[in-house]
């Protein structure tokens, strides 16, 4: 094991192993990652993953984050002489994978570059100087000799556009990158605990997988012709050999429920532009919540007719702005007049800016979807600084909202077809009311509940029920904090109405509410008549809810004399 730690003191190490004949791996731990992507919550950190295959000939499979830059050099001058590399394979160009294929290069000027079209263009652009490059298509195979035949399986959007796997026939080891993965920081290499990372393989998804749920039922599909698979070669986290059958077998459950949905919203976004990407799956999370399928176009590399195609098919239509210049910005200019003329008045409009410095102008975009009939879904989101956590979080309530929009008429509907008596006896369950409110970083959100129950004694732990199109969800994952608001009888009206009301994405939902900060640094509500600081344990999936159970850290009455407010309800079939 090789070690580093930074001024702040991150750890950074490095460890190799053995996974399958002639097979190397290089995994990068980042044991103290803040924040990965879009996610807000699961602070396991995470890792990266390359690997080293050798026949008669040399392949290294991907590379890792330029932070890990001289460890892992260092780490591959100790495996491998490196001008006797081949082949460099590129699963996708995302910088977490690709960070050091410059760096490789350099050292390997005479590796020949193995990647699809699109991360061929890609690395153009990054590494600034000629290379020796093999484009792959799906079903093309690369020998590598002593049996170790590698193909090749075409995965774009899981979750970059130029994503492929590759297959080795010798060890039926298949190297999937993003997808499968998880970011999940251990010594384990493998999958052997699965209740210590299911619940990181499931965010994962939700978060850059669901959004392309009929992307991974392509890529699946096109697994199953490979023959049997023993280990899938993740790009981050422990790779999967012990439990592979039940893990692929949700990705299979999970997308095939987001692809039956019955609306769709199609997301344009500008890969390796700014923050488009993030933003994108920002949004593309927050739709994927309220039920509503999202299908995902890069503006880059986007076909008129593709374009047209998912247009047409589409409810919601959400757009992050190109450059102005530079390579793919007359094809993006070209697929967004593609979309303006496909367009019809039925659809529902969201436009965010990517943050690049030389972005289109949203502005007048906007006038011309408008003048169109369409709706806007929110307000543009301007990036003006690099997005935070806040950024995030408003795009992720921009994208509930718009799917909460579309779903209203089936929502609506839902309501009325419950049994009327059963509908009444179960509206007969009372509940108390409470505020729940968290903070994380500059992200912060609360929400009116009443399905709360203390649930354990030692130690003290209760259950939330959250719907899982709530803006708070996104920050009450396992290990995060917040506080549980009890109301008082008798004077819970004002805050009952102020956290009723719909907020705008990214509002200040305590703007105008008294606050004073608990030790966990989340907001008390000074009119509650007692709060509990909670932090989550686990979480339950249910179908329309999360069943959040949390342990108590500290608690206060402000009122002995007050009782708390109870809430009963009429029908049981909303709230």
């Given amino acids: 094991m090789v070690v580093l730690t930074d001024r702040v003191q991150r750890r950074l190490t490095i460890e190799t192993g053995e996974i399958s004949q002639d ?27 390359s690997y080293l295959i050798r026949g008669e000939k040399t392949a290294l499979v991907d590379t890792s984050h330029e932070k890990f830059r001289q460890l892992y050099l260092d780490t591959l001058h100790g495996i491998i002489e490196p001008a006797e590399i081949d082949y460099l394979i590129i699963s996708h160009t995302e910088p977490d994978h690709s960070g050091l294929v410059k760096d490789v290069l350099q050292l390997a000027p005479q590796a020949t ?8 263009q890609f690395l153009e652009d990054l590494v600034h100087r000629p290379f020796q490059r093999q484009i792959v298509k799906n079903g093309d195979k690369l020998d590598l ?8 399986v075409s995965a774009p959007n899981l979750h970059w556009p130029d994503t492929i796997f590759t297959y080795d026939h010798k060890t039926q080891v298949l190297f999937t ?24 393989y499931h965010f994962y998804y939700e978060c850059l997988m669901a959004p392309n749920a009929r992307s991974v039922l392509g890529a699946m599909k096109r697994m199953a012709d490979l023959g049997e698979i023993t ?49 994108s799956q920002a949004i593309a999370y927050g739709i994927t919540k309220t039920g509503v399928a ?20 589409a409810a919601g239509i959400v757009i992050g702005a190109p450059p102005t210049s530079g390579f793919g910005a007359t ?38 979807f408008l003048e169109l009939g369409l709706k806007e879904a929110f307000p543009n989101i301007l990036i003006k600084e690099m997005p935070t956590e806040g950024t995030y979080k408003l795009c992720d309530e921009a994208g509930t909202d718009l799917g909460q929009w579309l779903t209203r008429d089936k929502a609506i509907k839902q309501m009325k077809s419950l049994d009327n008596e059963l509908d009444k006896a179960l509206g007969r369950i009372s509940g108390g009311l409470y505020i729940i409110t968290a903070k994380k970083g500059d992200a912060s959100s609360a929400m009116l509940a009443s399905w709360v129950a203390q649930a354990s004694f030692k130690p003290f732990g209760l259950t939330i029920a959250v719907a899982k199109d709530r803006a708070i969800e996104a920050l009450m994952h396992v290990g995060d904090r917040f506080v549980l608001n009890v109301l008082e009888e008798g004077n819970y009206q004002a805050l009952m109405k102020h956290f009723l009301k719909r907020f705008p994405p990214g509002a200040d939902r305590f703007a105008g509410v008294n606050t004073q900060p608990a030790s966990n640094g989340c907001p008390i509500l000074t009119d509650a008549v007692a709060y509990l600081e909670c932090q989550v344990a686990s979480r339950m999936e ?27 309800r009429k029908v049981g079939n909303h709230y």
């Avoid at 097979?23 to 950190?45: A, K, P």
């Avoid at 990158?177 to 990181?200: N, P, Q, R, V």
């Avoid at 949700?250 to 993030?278: L, M, N, P």
Wanted: with cysteine; net charge negative.
């Fill in 177 to 200: 990158c993003d997808a499968f993965g998880m970011h999940y920081c251990s010594d384990k290499t493998f999958d052997e605990d699965l209740a210590a990372i299911e619940e990181d």
């Fill in 231 to 279: 280990t899938i070669a993740t790009g981050h986290g422990p790779l999967l050999r012990h439990n592979l059958v039940e893990l692929t077998g949700r990705y299979r459950q999970w997308s095939q429920a987001q692809a039956k949905a019955e609306t769709t919203v199609a997301v344009f976004y500008f890969s390796d532009y700014g923050y488009s990407d993030r933003l």
């Fill in 542 to 568: 249910c179908s329309d809810h999360w069943i959040v159970y949390a342990t108590i850290d500290a608690g206060r009455v402000s009122n002995p004399d007050a009782l708390p407010a109870v809430h009963h």
């Fill in 23 to 49: 097979t190397t791996t290089i995994r990068s731990l980042d044991w103290d990652r803040d924040r990965f992507d879009i996610e807000f919550g699961l602070q396991n950190g995470t890792t990266y993953n």
């Fill in 294 to 313: 999202v299908e995902m176009m890069d503006l880059k590399f986007a076909e008129p007719q593709e374009a047209r195609e998912l247009v047409s098919q």
């Fill in 331 to 368: 094809t993006a200019e070209a697929a967004i007049s593609t979309i303006l003329a496909a367009v019809t008045n039925k659809q529902s409009i969201g436009l965010f800016e990517s943050g690049g410095g030389d972005d289109v102008s949203i502005y007048p975009l906007r006038s011309k």
């Fill in 113 to 120: 570059v193995v990647g699809a079209k699109v991360a061929i």
């Fill in 145 to 152: 000799g002593n049996g170790h035949v590698l193909e090749f």
